[in-house]
């Protein structure tokens, strides 16, 4: 079954008396353990589509299914509850909060939307830092460690609910290039490991280069699909 099937969806947003078409009658499919870019230009609907996807915003038309639900039916508190037990996020700007370390950072999903045994959080927490070699660095605070550090924690925090789906976007645009390199590796290893699939909004060409899917987008409509290897609906390709 495909984890992501949108159906001619559509998103409008009012600004003024003006009407803005982030998103017209777009359409596709997505595979569990994908490695996936939407690509395009600044205003193309790159971000439109991961809010949606990621139950941060409905559609105004059309049908969006995540997993099995229709997620466009779902109301506020369904859409917090479907993120917290099948998305995580991993944001350019990392995203950690200040006052916690590294550890207690990427613990922070766990406590506000799972209900999970303290022994089991540190059993996963210990994993994944180990996974993001960062195991040494667990009692920091984020303004002591690097920005290649902060996406590692960024990445482990968004696998820590063990997601279906992880969305990203533009997670490298403030890496060097080598750094980027070594997160990019590292999103490979644990979509492989863990069998996640990433989504990506990016302008990062190594990113594009790495994706077995690319969509690309262009004044809110798809223009182009391009998959590079890999199996589709059960066919080589």
Known sequence: MELIVAENISKDYQVGEVVIHALKDVSFEIEPASFVSFVGPSGSGKTTLLNLIGCLDKPTEG??????????????????????????????????????????????????????????RSDRIHGLLKAVDMLDQKDKYPDQISGGQKQRVAIARALVTNPKLVLADEPTANLDSQTAHAVIELMKKMKGELKTTFIFSTHDQKIVGEAEIVFTLGDGKLRDQEVKGGTKNGQTL
């Open 63 to 120: 049908k969006l299914t995540v997993a099995g639900i229709d997620i466009s039916m779902l109301d506020r508190k369904e859409s917090a509850t479907f993120r917290g037990n099948h998305i995580g996020f991993i944001f350019q700007d990392f995203n950690l909060i200040p006052v916690l370390t590294v550890y207690e950072n990427i613990e922070y999903p766990l406590l506000m939307v799972q209900n999970v045994p303290a022994i089991e």
